[in-house]
Structures are given as C-alpha cells and as structure tokens.
C-alpha cells in the first residue's frame, strides 16, 4: 500500500508521480478513523467492493491525528490508535493507498468545494462513501446535501451509509474514548474492529 502526505503530494516533488498514480481513477472515504470501529468497516468494506467491481483504486484520506484533538481539544480524551496503527487496518484490509493530513488552520479554512475539486482534479475520485453525518469544508459547511450535488454535477458516484448502531446508540470514536477512560475495556473492544 503506498502511503502519501497530503501537501507533498500536492505542493512537492512528488506531484508528478502522483498525478499519475492517481490516473486511473480512485474510490475514496475521508475520515479520521480513530480506532478503527465497526461503523469504519461498513464504509471501508464499500469502498472496497467498489473499487474492485469498477477498476479504480481503492484510497482512505485521514489526518495525522484524529481532528477531535483539535476541535474538541479541551476536553479530548486522547487517541485511540495511533497513525501507524490506523496504516496498518488499511493496509491489512487490502486498500491500495492512502493520503495523510496534517490538520492545521490553513487547511481548515478550505472550503468543502475547493477540497472536492481537488479529490476530483487531482486524485480523479469517481467514488466516495460516507455516513450521513459527514461534513468537511470551512466551519463543516459542505456536508450530504452539497456533497451529492458535486457528485452528481460531475458524475462521480457515491454513497452514504446509515449510521451503524449497538443497542440504539451509534458507534463512535468518542463512545469508545468514553468507555476507555471510563475503565469498560471489553465494551469498547466490542465496537472496535479487530483484524
């Protein structure tokens, strides 16, 4: 699985090569995955099965740290798995790359338009999948609504997935971070995937 950084890949030597890595097409999820968890799964194992079935490559886009640290910083509870772990999942998983972030301001104030283009332009994205709640852009402004009508708009196919739930709670980084400092070990192994 090849590992590239964002703004190497984009501002760097390596723009060349990976404009043409990136060639053939890729089918793509964004997300910190803290963990990974059973919800994470679902939108991995779509993009997999896509990828495949349309002879794109398969990519996850994460961060260097989970973007909970720094949104929610005062009151985060920590990592659950570190970067290397988080590559790990990937990899075992069968993904043929992924692209690190480092989350900072500047990226922050990106609009979730901009961003998009670029997945489009750059990585020539013709799939995504997400849960319904997913937001990113400037201030979390460009969410479902606005990310299905780019798709649309530049017939790049996609999907939103329900999110997943256990006992009428949905599964999710932060639970599990709560179950962990709260000393529920088996509880937060329960929701975690494990390989």
């Not at 798709?151 to 709560?178: A, T, V």
């Amino acid at each position: 699985m090849k590992v590239f950084v964002w703004n190497e890949i984009l501002n760097g030597a390596e723009y060349e090569s990976a404009l043409n890595y990136f060639s053939k097409g890729t089918a793509l999820t964004i997300g910190s995955f803290d963990g990974p968890h059973l919800g994470h799964l679902t939108l991995f194992k779509e993009v997999l099965r896509f990828s495949r079935q349309n002879n794109l490559l398969s990519g996850v886009i994460s961060f260097k740290k989970p973007l909970p640290a720094f949104k929610h910083s005062d009151n985060y509870m920590g990592d659950i798995s570190t970067l290397e772990e988080r590559i790990s999942v990937f990899e075992k998983l069968g993904f043929d790359f992924c692209v690190i972030i480092e989350f900072n301001e500047e990226f922050a104030n990106i609009e979730g338009s901009a961003f998009f283009e670029t997945l489009r332009d750059f990585m020539k994205m013709k799939f995504i999948a997400e849960g319904e709640d997913f937001k990113c852009g400037h201030r979390g402004a460009f969410g479902k609504n606005q990310i299905e009508t780019f798709c649309r708009d530049n017939n790049i196919d996609f999907s939103f997935l329900p999110l997943l739930k256990r006992n009428g709670e949905r599964i999710s980084s932060s639970k599990i971070r709560e179950l962990l400092h709260e000393d529920f070990i088996s509880e937060a192994n329960e929701l975690l995937f494990h390989e």
